[in-house]
Each structure stands twice: as C-alpha cells, then as structure tokens.
C-alpha cells in the first residue's frame, strides 16, 4: 500500500504540475489553428502571473485577481496580433519581444509597486484560489484504493484546475463543431480561400488570440494565485516553450494536448519526487540532473517519437490580400 500511496501522490501532483502546460497548449492551439504562430505564449502566462497576484493582493479578491489576469494577458495578445496581423510583422520576432517585454517589466513593476525584489506580497485566503473538497471526500480518505483516488485525485483541487481540463472537450467541440472553429482551421490553411467567401482574415485570427489571452492569462493566474500564493521572478520557468513542445507533439489536437501535458507534468513529478533519492544500480542521482530530466526528456520525445508533424500550412506567414 505505501507503493499505492506513493503512487498516488505523484499523480496528484502531476494533474496540478500540468495544468498550466495544458492551458497554455490550449491558448497555442487557438493561434496556431488560425494561422498564428505565437512563441509569446511564456510572456503572456508571466504578466498574467503578475497582474493577477498584483490584484489580488491589492484588492483582496481572487476573482479581481484573475479577471486582471485575465485582462492583461489578453491586452499583450492584442499587440501581438497588432504587430504580426494588421502590420504583417514577423510573428516570431512578435513573440520573442512581448516574452523580453513580459521579463523586464514584471520585475521592475513589482519592485517599485511593492518593494520586494520584484515579488508580490504572500496572498492570504481569500485572494488566492483553495482547494475544492468534494462531498464525502474526507468520509472515504480511509477506504482501500477508492478513498485515495476520490479523495487525492479527484476531489482537493481548485476551481482552475477543473477548468483547465473541462476546456479540453470545450476546446474540441469549438474547433470541430463550430461555425467559428470550421472558418478559424480554415483561415489557419488556406486564408485567401476564407477571404474570397467573404470573411474577414484578420478579424478571425484576432478572435483566435482573444481567446489565446483568456488561457494564458488563466494558467498565469494559476502558477500565482494557486500553486505559488505570490508572483516571483520569472515563475513561468519555460512553461511556455514546453507547452509550445507538447502542442507539436500534440500535432495540434486538443484531446493529445491533455495527453501530452500529462506526460510532462508526469515526468516532471517523477524528477521532483527522485531528488535526492538513492536509484537502483545508479546509487543517488545529483539534484541538478533530475531536475532538467524533464526538459531532456522533452526533447528526446520531439526528436525521435512524434514522426512526422505537419502545422497548419497558413502557420507563420502574414496574410496579403491580392487586390
């Protein structure tokens, strides 16, 4: 049984280590979908991180905290689809200035607002999201096998991360159910095709960053207001990149994105819970090693296990009307 509850415990921590994987993968599925490749997705979760403890802490409301969150993250995927949409800049150049953007000012900002080395303050009950305890949860703990599952994996999750995996089947019904999901995949491969049925290109793909911004802002709010209880220098740790990783791996569906964001969060929860413990043969592996097993691992999964992956032919590539 304590190899169950081991068990157990890593899986509890590896729902909650990939959901801000999977609601960003979710918000690069959106853009990218509609033609827009957005490697900004890591300076969008660090603002929404920021603003949302920022608020919070101010305001003493998680709900503020996370409509700012969401707010600002959307704000900063505006001037993406400004730059790379309406000006037909180089969308990688874009992405990369909003993420130098979003590094810079988090910290400058938090040090003038707050004065802490640009840390927000601690958020206290009440500004920041708690656990959900699912009726019968604690009668049950106790109970072989069942007790831990509904209690452990099930129930004492907050209310983001019960979103985060609702909008997975969200996610799929929008794109492959939806007036709006058929023209976004349709602009995102042929945009002149959607152009001469008489729809705006640009309109779309900014209402695809729309919603990358409520996603992005959604998992910053989480890292900040529910993992973490504060904002700290550059919390988002390449969270960004990998969900960018996972959403090739992906091949940009949203049912393997979920899948895909598991899979990391899983390794992730395995290198947490091996630091600093003795391995067969091998003996004590050193610190630094597990910690960048998963980012290893990340990229020996791209390079030799997904094949072939093929984005959407528009991806990338500014949209010019023929006149």
Not at 186 to 210: C, F, K, Q
Not at 216 to 232: D, E, H, I, P
Request: aromatic share 12%.
């Amino acid at each position: 049984m304590d190899i169950f509850y081991a068990i157990i415990q890593v899986l509890d921590s590896t729902i909650r280590l990939s959901v801000p994987l999977l609601l960003a993968c979710l918000a690069g599925l959106y853009s990218e979908r509609a033609g827009i490749f957005d490697i900004g997705l890591e300076g969008k979760m660090l603002v929404g991180a920021f603003a949302g403890a920022s608020a919070a802490a101010v305001f003493h409301s998680a709900l503020i905290g996370l409509g700012t969150a969401i707010l600002i993250s959307v704000a900063f995927a505006l001037v993406h689809g400004f730059a790379s949409i309406t000006h037909r800049g180089n969308q990688i150049v874009s992405g990369v200035a909003i993420n130098f953007v979003a590094a810079g000012s988090t910290i400058i900002l938090g040090q003038a607002w707050f004065s802490q080395g640009g840390r927000t303050p601690a958020l206290q009950p009440g500004e920041r999201f708690e656990a959900i305890i699912w009726p019968g949860a604690d009668a049950i703990k106790d109970v072989p096998i069942i007790g831990p599952i509904y209690a452990e994996l099930i129930s004492g999750h907050s209310i983001l991360v019960y979103f985060a995996f609702a909008m997975v089947p969200f996610t799929w019904w929008v794109l492959f159910r939806t007036r709006f999901g058929l023209r976004m995949r349709a602009v995102g491969e042929n945009p002149a095709a959607v152009d001469t049925a008489g729809i705006s290109v640009a309109w779309l793909r900014y209402r695809a960053l729309i919603c990358t911004g409520i996603l992005t802002g959604v998992a910053g709010a989480y890292l900040s207001m529910v993992q973490n209880g504060g904002f700290v220098k550059d919390m988002t740790a390449g969270k960004g990149y990998i969900a960018l990783a996972a959403l090739i791996f992906a091949k940009w569906k949203p049912v393997n994105a979920m899948f895909a964001c598991l899979l990391f969060g899983f390794l992730d929860a395995a290198a947490i819970r091996l630091q600093g413990s003795p391995l067969p043969v091998i003996g004590k592996v050193p610190v630094q090693f597990m910690q960048a097993l998963p980012y290893v691992l990340t990229v020996i999964l791209l390079a030799g296990f997904i094949g072939k992956a093929i984005p959407p032919r528009a991806g990338g590539v500014p949209y010019v009307k023929e006149r």
